[in-house]
């Protein structure tokens, strides 16, 4: 009798030991995955989109929690200060990444370790595009055309310290040029503008710029990244056009709050990371936006993030913006 009591104090010992079982018995309720930006943008597509395929892979409900403001601030600190048990999840972008710790004096959570890395899901490249009428045709005779305009070439962004203001900051830098920049509140005002005569370039997400370029309106001089967009297949890489040293895009990655369960984090990450692969999700949400698939592990995403800090905040620094 001793025996046995021994045994299954043992058996109950282990089975309650943290993160023996934990991955095998996640997820039994419903799980929310909250994104920091409005609805309706490819970031909250592929949320959405991966929400469906993982509700029909763990048998549980998994929502999209939109919370945007403040640079991702808002949905980020509330994933920070969710339990860490898997069941809060954060999919977010650069600024969360890498980016808000420079952009920012303060931030209501630690931006290194509030957050325990996922998965890398996929990285957006963007092309620099000028209106078609602009009397240039590669990005070298753009830079010529600036340098012979100091500072009367002017270029939109969508806003101060978005990657679309820090990519062309890092152009000029890189460059040698000087430019005049006006900021907007989104893509669709700088296209706008572009097309009335305004502005003379910018960068832009592949996706938004596609049906302009193919109108005739616009023209891509060149796309961040190692290959083409399939979206765009004549239009070169920066590497391609002379400039490898310049980086255009954004990144999409998957959080959960820093106190979850390693075992937990990989569970997470191995589905996602199935789902993502498979061919029907990856061509229409991702291949269809001009993304690149990373899926990569925690460890990966860890050791991206790291570098990532270290060329953000020389990039920021460079840039000049602040956001407080």
């Not at 616009?218 to 967009?229: D, N, V, Y």
């Amino acid at each position: 009798m001793k025996q046995f009591l021994r045994a299954a104090s043992l058996a109950l010992a282990v089975l309650s030991a943290p993160g023996l079982c934990g991955a095998q018995a996640f997820p039994s309720k419903p799980v929310r995955i909250v994104v920091p930006l409005s609805a309706g943008g490819p970031v909250d597509v592929i949320a959405r989109a991966l929400s469906a395929r993982l509700t029909e892979t763990w048998g549980q409900t998994v929502v999209v929690d939109n919370r945007p403001g403040a640079n991702e601030i808002v949905g980020a600190e509330n994933i920070a200060t969710s339990k860490g048990d898997g069941y809060s999840l954060l999919m977010a972008t650069d600024p969360v990444i890498s980016q808000n710790q420079f952009l920012f004096s303060k931030l209501p959570y630690d931006p290194v370790n509030a957050f325990a890395p996922v998965t890398r899901i996929a990285v957006a490249n963007m092309a620099l595009f000028v209106p078609a009428s602009m009397p240039v045709n590669t990005v070298k005779e753009f830079v010529e055309y600036a340098k012979q305009r100091p500072g009367k070439v002017a270029y939109g962004s969508t806003g101060i310290g978005n990657v679309t203001h820090l990519s062309m900051a890092w152009l000029e830098n890189r460059a040698g040029i000087t430019l005049n920049h006006v900021p907007y509140k989104g893509l669709a005002p700088v296209i706008q503008d572009m097309l009335s005569g305004q502005i003379e370039a910018a960068f832009g997400a592949v996706s938004v710029l596609d049906q302009h370029i193919k109108a005739g309106k616009l023209k891509a001089l060149a796309i961040s990244g190692a290959q083409r967009a399939k979206l765009l297949p004549n239009v070169p890489t920066l590497i391609e056009a002379g400039f490898e040293n310049i980086d255009a895009n954004f990144n999409i990655g998957l959080f959960a709050p820093r106190e979850t369960p390693k075992d937990v984090v990989a569970k997470i990450a191995a589905d996602v990371q199935r789902i993502v692969r498979d061919p029907a999700f990856r061509e229409r949400y991702i291949d269809a936006y001009a993304f690149e698939l990373v899926a990569s592990s925690p460890d990966e995403f860890v050791a991206y993030a790291t570098r990532d800090r270290v060329r953000q905040e020389q990039r920021i620094k460079i840039s000049g913006a602040k956001l407080d």
